[in-house]
């Protein structure tokens, strides 16, 4: 039986949104590139407890709940 490690996120559904929300308003082209040097650098003291960009990209799909609630409807 393979055991799968049940971590919580380090940083909150918000925070993600805002990063991903903040990407596409950025001038990067790639999303690894704007985290690794806007997040991870840039914003370190702004996201203390940011995960590496692996865990990042396995936590997004939790925040697009997050994203579609603040999406304006017609």
Do not use: G, W
Not at 4 to 33: D, G
Not at 38 to 53: D, Q
Not at 59 to 69: G, Q, R
């Amino acid at each position: 039986m393979v055991r799968k490690r049940n971590r919580k996120f380090q940083l909150s559904l918000s925070e993600i949104a805002t990063i991903v929300v903040y990407f596409h308003l950025s001038h990067y082209r790639e999303f690894k590139n704007y985290y690794l040097i806007e997040i991870k650098k840039n914003l370190k003291s702004e996201f203390p407890k940011a995960v590496s960009y692996n865990r990042f990209v396995e936590l997004m799909p939790n925040a697009l709940s997050v994203i579609a609630i603040t999406l304006p409807t017609n």
